[in-house]
């Protein structure tokens, strides 16, 4: 596995390209009053693909017409529209769903079973449909040279609440991994999140495809909250279409983890409000499962993520969020074996010196705060991501209608 | 039961005392600046008590020594000690919390184990001994005087980040039962909640005021959430000593639970930045606990709570955190038999009409909003409070040291 990171801010960015036999438009649909919020990846050839999403019993006509796509695991085309999550918008919203992906297909020349569709945005509201169907019709009269824009474009299309658009690029063996993600808020991802498509030139048979998206998603997008609340939409998809050749399954996968954990750090770091990533590390714990239910109930917890905001590397919050996990299963763990650092300095039960003070103060500082627990039953760890709660989270969602 | 609001904003707040044969005092330790921070409220006579304490695995030297001391169902006094939890203090802490004891009982001239102690503020610091010390030889020198303090003097010298203190009182027969309570933040109560000492002159037996203890905290503490943060301090105790004589067990638990009810909601409603009071009301649930897991997911959505803020009837973010509760035993919910309802206005499925809409305003601009979801598949039902999400709450919780 190589690393190339172009994310959208690196000086790479400009020159992110998509893997061979992929190509991407983007387009204005009327979702949002200006700026392109339609999009459309699509590659050349068949190709193999893997897809997860959302279990909210709330999910809408875009999953689930997804999903059903998604099960014959040779996805070639990847479309999102960007303002509007088409969720709880009844029958009408189903068939708008499928209208604008027979309207992709044929775009294409392909199959409406080969299109997955993703929406994003405000619940409960119609798609305006007069719009979107003008947008296809000016796409189909421009043609194949509507098919010029890059992972940014298609990025920054994706957006909502987003300030940045998020990319990343890893090359395995002779092909190459490009994602595309978006989401800020309603983010604790369950069993995939809100919109991360992975596209890949390498060639593998669907059911590797299918078992490394899942070891990469359990290991990044599932180890994210930035406020406890899982989207009606969340999807995360890869497509394979073999024009680099075959790979090894062990590196891909490992690519594929590395990749994905990108975007979950780049998600994590633009959750609504945010000023901080934080990254929640427990280790020394009985078991993965464990380890990773009391980094959540740390990076979940608002008195955290206020005190974080606040610089303030205050570990009486953080012994109370791993002691609030009152699970039965979690009554091994006593205080007297517990562990806390901020920025690797330890806090509890050693408190810091006058000489680690200063190194304290300014790792809480930093623009990434990490805190450490080591619980001292066993050898298992688990890292977990989130932000910090700030007064922009508040003002975000008490005046944007999601 | 006979209602007397005696609410501390209420008109008779003035009037408020303790029911029979009981009396308190409050002084100033050197806890914090200024203002009173110790209380002790105590029985003149022996007395039949029931407590209930947080399930925290920090719980501190207080509650571990008070958890000891409720077991003989005999206490006859409560002290607390404000704006420090005296929690991972170490061997010093449980030293310090045991000598507060002993200087309480030897006050009131009883044996220790007849004692709680409470303890709520910041984590992690040392209890200022000296000045605490000063204070009790003082108290000492004043004797039975110093007994002159009424329940919202307890209630105010209780307080940390509190805004109001939290009084309350029912009649059963010729018994009364007075309560106060603090807590603001680090509070979603689980088990007992923070900080409620509740005092009768009824006469009852110890298993079954233990009985009613559990039924009236399971109905009112336990449907609390500020901040799904569980303090490590949590305590609540009822103190009975008979001067009043019997009274039907039905009458008061039916009393003690409206009381407690009425501290629930005063806790809300004063919690950490809040503006509005939020009440959810889960109906037509397939059980109880079902109802509640889904009332709690909703009010404990910072979406939710910030659209609340922002006086948003934000159905959508509302179905969302219905839908997040994936639970394998809710997945018999389904969207299309789920309604919401705003203040009584149905918003989903039905939209509101221009007719309802005012009203509708009307009801998300009130202090207290209500949000009523129906699920379709039985008859059970339960009502869970909590409150919006402020830019208050980040503001108290970055510059606050708890």
Redesign the interface.
């Known amino acids: 596995m190589t690393n190339i990171h172009a994310s959208a801010s690196g000086g790479e960015a400009g020159a992110l390209s998509w893997p061979r036999g992929f190509r991407a438009y983007t387009g204005h649909g009327g979702l949002r009053d200006q700026g392109d919020d339609i999009s459309v990846v699509a590659s050349d050839r068949p190709a193999v693909s893997a897809a997860m999403f959302t279990?909210?019993?709330?999910?809408g006509p875009a999953v689930v017409l997804s999903r059903a796509h998604a099960a014959g695991r040779d996805l070639r085309a990847v479309t999102t529209l960007a303002q509007n999550?088409n969720?709880?918008t009844?029958r009408q919203g189903e068939a708008n769903a499928a209208e604008v992906v027979g309207r992709v297909a044929a775009l294409l020349g392909i199959d409406d079973r080969h299109v997955l569709i993703g929406s994003t945005g405000?619940?409960?509201r119609p798609l305006p449909m007069d719009t979107i169907r003008a947008h296809f019709d000016a796409a189909a009269g421009r043609g194949p040279e509507a098919f010029g824009a890059g992972p940014l474009d298609v990025a920054r299309a994706m957006m909502t609440t987003d300030t940045r658009p998020k990319t990343a690029v890893r090359a395995v063996g002779a092909a190459r991994i490009v994602g595309v993600a978006k989401g800020v808020?309603?983010l604790?991802p369950?069993m995939a999140t809100m919109l991360a498509y992975l596209f890949t030139d390498a060639e593998l048979p669907a059911d590797d495809l299918d078992t490394a998206l899942r070891t990469a998603v359990d290991r990044s997008f599932h180890c994210l909250s930035v406020?406890?609340?899982?989207?009606?939409s969340d999807t995360v998809a890869v497509l394979a279409n073999g024009a680099a050749g075959p790979v090894d399954l062990a590196e891909f996968t490992a690519a594929l983890t590395d990749l994905c954990l990108d975007l979950t750090r780049q998600l994590a770091s633009d959750g609504e409000g945010a000023t901080k990533l934080l990254r929640v590390t427990v280790g020394r714990a009985r078991d993965e499962a464990q380890a990773r239910r009391i980094a959540k109930s740390v990076v979940?917890?608002?008195?955290v993520k206020?005190?974080v905001?606040?610089a303030?590397p205050?570990?009486?919050?953080v012994?109370?969020?791993?002691?609030?996990?009152?699970e039965d299963r979690?009554?091994d763990?006593?205080?007297d074996r517990v562990t806390v650092a901020f920025g690797g300095i330890e806090v509890?039960?050693e408190e810091p010196t006058p000489q680690t003070l200063d190194a304290l103060t300014d790792a809480m500082r930093q623009s990434e705060v990490s805190i450490t627990i080591t619980l001292g039953l066993g050898t298992a760890e688990a890292t977990v991501y989130g932000c910090d709660?700030?007064?922009g989270?508040?003002?975000v969602?008490?005046?944007y209608?999601?």
Chains 1, 2 share one sequence.
């Open positions: 279990r909210s019993l709330f999910a999550a969720v709880a009844g405000v619940i409960g808020g309603m604790e369950d406020d406890t609340d899982t989207s009606t979940n917890s608002p008195l206020t005190a905001h606040g303030d205050n570990w009486g919050r012994v109370m969020a791993i002691g609030k996990n009152t979690d009554r763990i006593t205080p509890y039960p709660l700030s007064a989270y508040v003002r969602n008490a005046v209608t999601t």
